[in-house]
């Protein structure tokens, strides 16, 4: 059982266009989410964090939102550049319930920003 | 430089020969993890480990061994690799353990086993 869902595997957007990524999770215990990107041949990199006590974070050109009551979180890349695409993932974290803040992943989406 | 490091970066190997993915961490973090990328799985955890001699099962433990006897060292262990253990592996650290916060991740580990 998918405890964090990514559904679309890829997405392709304009240079200078918004970029939406979306993200759905399961367990209401998560109460942290994050976003990672990355690229071919490396590791993962932290992107952006939210808590759960918030609703909105941002940083430069990234923004991510959380609607907790649908249990959805959105990142948004504006404007996106080439040097954005990648595969994005989507992570949360419980820190109480026996999840001991362990990152749990979606399956991710490969972002493509044409010139 | 602050940084996870995995290794080797690239391994072929058979099926039964044991096999060890070393992972060092220099910014003395108390949480490490290894996770497995495989295409339309995403990332998923094999095992981590909140401190010292502290380790614990991820959704896909079977057929690793981990452990930590060194704050800094978390090597994965394949005792007899099968090829399904075909992968992509991250090695990934944070500073504290039991606590919400970013992972530090490795570079990764091509492990194919014929």
């Known amino acids: 059982d998918q405890q964090v869902k990514q559904n679309s595997p890829s997405l392709s957007v304009q240079e200078g266009r918004i970029s939406i990524l979306n993200c759905d999770y399961t367990?209401?215990?998560?109460?942290?989410f994050l976003w990672y990107k990355k690229y071919p041949a490396e590791g993962p990199t932290f992107l952006i964090s939210?808590?759960?006590?918030?609703d909105k974070n941002e940083d430069g050109r990234f923004t991510v939102f959380l609607n907790k009551s649908a249990k959805h979180l959105s990142l948004h890349i504006v404007p996106s550049q080439p040097g954005d695409s990648a595969v994005y993932f989507c992570?949360?974290?419980?820190?109480?319930?026996?999840?001991?803040?362990?990152?749990?992943f979606g399956k991710g989406t490969k972002l493509s920003v044409k010139p | 430089e602050a940084q996870v490091t995995q290794n080797p970066r690239y391994l072929i190997t058979v099926t039964g020969k044991k096999l060890t993915v070393t992972c060092s961490q220099n910014?003395?973090?108390?949480?490490m993890s290894w996770y497995r990328q495989d295409p339309g799985l995403g990332l998923r955890q094999i095992y981590y480990?909140?401190?010292?001699?502290?380790?614990d099962k991820g959704d896909v433990p079977e057929g690793y061994k981990v452990s930590r006897k060194e704050k800094r060292n978390f090597p994965l262990i394949l005792e007899s690799p099968s090829p399904n253990q075909t992968s992509l592996y991250f090695c990934?650290?944070?500073?504290?353990?039991?606590?919400?916060?970013?992972?530090?991740f490795g570079e990764g580990s091509r492990l194919t086993v014929l």
């Open positions: 990934a650290s944070r500073r504290l353990a039991g606590v919400n916060g970013e992972l530090f």
């Open positions: 367990n209401s215990m998560f109460d942290y």
């Open positions: 939210i808590s759960s006590i918030k």
């Open positions: 992570a949360a974290s419980a820190r109480y319930g026996g999840s001991q803040g362990n990152l749990i």
């Open positions: 910014m003395n973090h108390e949480y």
């Open positions: 480990s909140m401190n010292v001699e502290v380790t």
